[in-house]
Each structure stands twice: as C-alpha cells, then as structure tokens.
C-alpha cells in the first residue's frame, strides 16, 4: 500500500493495521526515515519537502510492485510525506511482512534504495541564518542500487 | 502538438513558472529537441537548462531519457535528480 501525506504517521499504529486479524506473519521490520538537525556541518532549522503529484504515487506502486515479485511478501506499505518538516520529523516509512526475516529485511532495503532514486521528491533544507538550499542527489545512493541488480543477476 | 509542461524544485525556481501549456512545433520530436527549443524562449530557460545532463524528465509520468519521443504524450516534467526517502 502507498500512501503519499502531509500529515504525520503512527509508526505503531501502521504496524497494528498490518497485523490485525493474521496469525500468519512471522516478520515484521520497519524503516522510518527522519529529519536530521545537521547538513554538511551545519544546522538545519527546517526542511521543505517538494514533489510530483501524480508521478509520486505511479512510482512508490511500482517500486512497491517489483519487491512483491522478488519477496515472498505479505503486506508492505510505503508512507511518505512532503511540506515542511523540522529536525526530528518523520519522512518516510517503510514496513514489510513475510514469514520469515530475510525477505522483510531485504525488501525494506530495496524498497527503500529504489524511492531514493526514483520517486519524485525534492529536499530543500533551511538553515538557522534563513538560507534554503536544495539538497544535491548523493551518488552513495546509486551505488546502494547497483548491489540488487547484482544480486538479481546472480540469482538468475 | 499542446503539451502541458511541469517545472520542479530548482528547475521550477528557475524558470519561474510551476506549469504551463504549450504549443509546440512539428519538428520538436523528442525530450532533447524540447529542451532545445524551450532554452530559445528566454534567459530563465537557458538558466533552467545550462546543465542539461543533471535535469531529468518524465512524460506523463514516467521517467524517460532525452532521446525519447514525444508523440502521443500530453504532459512533460523536468526536475533535478529526486532527493526523497
């Protein structure tokens, strides 16, 4: 399930969602992505969040859509929110269910490597002096990609 | 050929406009002939555009490469590389 909001989330009460009423999940993980105080060495004061409305929810459902095929999965949600957010705010979540824990732990992974890349979202962060600035893609995170391509071909 | 076209993030800031619809010629064929043609409308494009290898672009919401064609499309973003998660 997608969900794309200004509002914040219960990280909590997403998990219970998940569970209710099934006996049969044996692993449950969550990724919660948060605001950090400091950039490059300085402080941030706030950070507004732009995106694609449209795009956002066509991209997080096809992310989402290539780990149900790779993970034996039973539910997953990605949650991600856009305005402005401070130091300490949630971002994004990511919750993955399976019977076992391999496939939760990798699916989290990749469907957390894959949003970063690819769904439409634009960080700008402000600093204490008022300066806002937008925050340069890290190649760190195309390097993070690379390792399930490789993966997926030495498993074919 | 009418395309709507959207700005994001610093692209959006640069070209100060968020969307616009445009009428654009017949001989303007793919993502990289547009980008082309849009940075003859003025300073703010040739601004938006100076670095073309770090813009992206999506049509009608999927991410494409500049040699893409623009037939049969009806909306065209361009945004920097996303920064999200």
Wanted: no cysteine; glycine share 8%; hydrophobic share 45%.
């Amino acid at each position: 399930m997608i969900r794309v909001q200004e509002e914040d989330f219960d990280i909590g009460a997403e998990v219970a969602a998940i569970r209710r009423g099934r006996t049969d999940i044996g692993a449950i993980v969550t990724f919660t992505g948060t605001v950090r105080d400091v950039a490059g060495g300085e402080p941030i004061s706030a950070m507004t969040l732009e995106h694609y409305p449209g795009m956002t929810e066509v991209e997080l459902a096809r992310v989402e859509g290539n780990a149900l095929a790779r993970w034996p999965l039973q539910a997953s949600l990605i949650i991600h929110r856009y305005g402005r957010l401070e130091p300490g705010d949630n971002i994004v979540l990511v919750v993955t269910a399976s019977p076992h824990r391999q496939a939760a732990f990798e699916a989290a992974a990749f469907l957390m490597d894959y949003l970063k890349t690819s769904a439409p979202f634009w960080k700008k962060e402000e600093t204490a002096t008022g300066e806002a600035r937008w925050v340069d893609a890290r190649e760190s995170d195309d390097t993070a990609l690379k390792r399930w391509r490789r993966t997926k071909r030495a498993a074919e | 050929m009418t395309l709507k076209i959207r700005y994001f993030a610093w692209v959006r800031e640069q070209t100060g406009r968020a969307e616009e619809d445009l009428v654009v010629p017949e001989e303007v064929a793919s993502v990289g002939d547009l980008i082309a043609w849009l940075t003859t409308r003025g300073p703010e494009f040739e601004a938006a555009f100076a670095r073309p290898e770090v813009v992206r672009a999506a049509l009608d919401h999927v991410h494409v490469a500049p040699d893409a064609a623009l037939a049969g499309a009806r909306e065209v973003a361009f945004f920097p590389p996303v920064t999200g998660g």
